[in-house]
């Protein structure tokens, strides 16, 4: 992939970080002086590399140098506490761990606790306790520029992705050579890139959502501009500055596109394939984004296990629902990737009827090889040649696919499923409502009660009341929220999925307390 970008663009910027620049031939020449890096430190193929740091042209170079080298990659959350980092070490047990400047202090804090970690790196100055730290640029302006000694195959582990553990611990996703030439491949082929293109990446690199932005432009020749942390404005900013045509946005980011009264379309003109992923967004969300700023959006949905899109709605797509009066197709996420397959299906695994609620399963050059050391798992969710989401959908007579919700967030009330999505869609269309999640609370008559956890948009009202009552013109009696409560914000992971594990614990745990006090008086 690198030599492909390499030949197409050689004195073209192919990283653009604040102030660092890197041409495609000085990124080509970095890569392999960090494969021999590695290789002249003891490393051999299938050896780890845990990475900590935030998005930086560093971390662009690395994720191609590791896998350079025949060793695998480990990108680290670093939203993560430090005992869920030692947790993920652990469990991928790296020989070396190269950290950025805000976390230089932690190889000495865990020496202990990991004593499977050969060096440790720098990308900056050792701390000065930190006895054995190496310097990362040292390092790699001492290497050679050969290509590493090492014979790689396109099945090779050459990643290991880890999950958010919304569902519990972390578990590791296999991501071979071939799985991540797919992902900069087909992202190119959908998004039709052109010399000209340029993208970005707001999202964080250690998830596959950063990931694909950076193996689509190396693949097709194209410059990336790398932001090391998330801010609308910024944002707005840079693609002024660098005429950026396409990127990814977490769905909380595109929605604060839409909300952002000083986020000027005029100078966001250049953008023209924008994918937005992580969590669905309303249809009444994605129109208001399409009147905005023009018809640029392009939904994708994924997940780590299949390092990228599963499903993709197009803008051509949009343009002819938006035509038609179908505006309920843009709450949809679309139809198969290029070279995936998805299907809506049954528990008996036939693919369901129009309308029908089942799992979405997919298969294709995109889907990982299992998870790291967790047999049980992997073959619960990897079966039959397909990988199992557990997300719930629906696909219509044209074959668009909506995600109605986690197979563990449907809310059984009174005997009915209430499917949070078509919920939180009726809640989205009132005016006054910015983000809603729908979860369902332990009740003694009903099992679970429908409840909405509304953020308001700046500057508006809307009480409990009001949108029960709206809600009744948009749904059946039954999926009404039969409570509402209004916070400042919602519990997200860094790619923007919402945590609805968190907020049913922290809600639930407010109803008891409520209950009890009720028990009291």
Known sequence: MVARGLEQSREKPAIVEGEKQLTFQHFAE????????????????????????????????????????????????????????????????????I?????????????????????AICIGEPPANGDGCLRYETLVAEASTDEPDVDIDEDDIAALMYTSGTTGTPKGCIASHRNLYHVGRSMALELRMCPDDAGIIPVPMFHASGLVVLLNGVYSGTTTIIMPRWNVLVFMDLVHTYKVTTGLL????????VNCLDCLPEKLKSLKKVIFAGAPLSAVVFERAVERFGNIFIHGFGTTETLGSVCILRREQVADALAKGKSCILGSCGKSYA?????????????????????????????????????????????????YTGDLATIDEEGFI???????DMIITGGENVFPAEVENALHKHPAVAQAAVIGVADETWGESVTAVIVKKEGMDVDEDELRTFCRREIAGYKVPKSVIFVDELPTSATGKLLKGQLRKKIGLQALAASLLRGQV
Not at 99 to 119: M, N, S, T
């Open 30 to 97: 970095r890569i392999r002086k960090i494969g021999n890096v590695l290789r002249d430190l003891g490393l051999r193929k299938g050896d780890r590399v845990a990475v900590l740091s935030r998005n930086s042209a560093e971390s662009a170079e690395l994720y191609f140098g590791v896998a350079n080298a025949g060793c695998v990659v480990v990108m680290l959350n670093f939203r993560l506490s430090p005992a869920e980092i030692l947790t993920i070490l652990t469990d991928s047990r790296p020989s070396v761990l």
């Open 99 to 119: 950290v950025g400047d805000d976390y230089a202090d932690l190889p000495e804090q865990i020496r202990e606790d990991c004593p499977f970690i050969k060096h």
């Open 250 to 257: 977490a769905t909380p980011m595109m929605e604060a596109m």
């Open 339 to 387: 070279d995936m397959q998805a299907e809506v299906v049954g528990d008996d695994d036939a693919r369901t009827p129009p309308g029908v609620v089942g799992e979405v399963r997919a298969r294709g050059l995109g889907v990982t090889q299992g998870y790291w050391r967790k047999e049980q798992e992997t073959q619960a969710a990897f079966r039959n040649g397909w990988y």
């Open 402 to 408: 909506s995600i109605v919700g986690r197979k563990r």
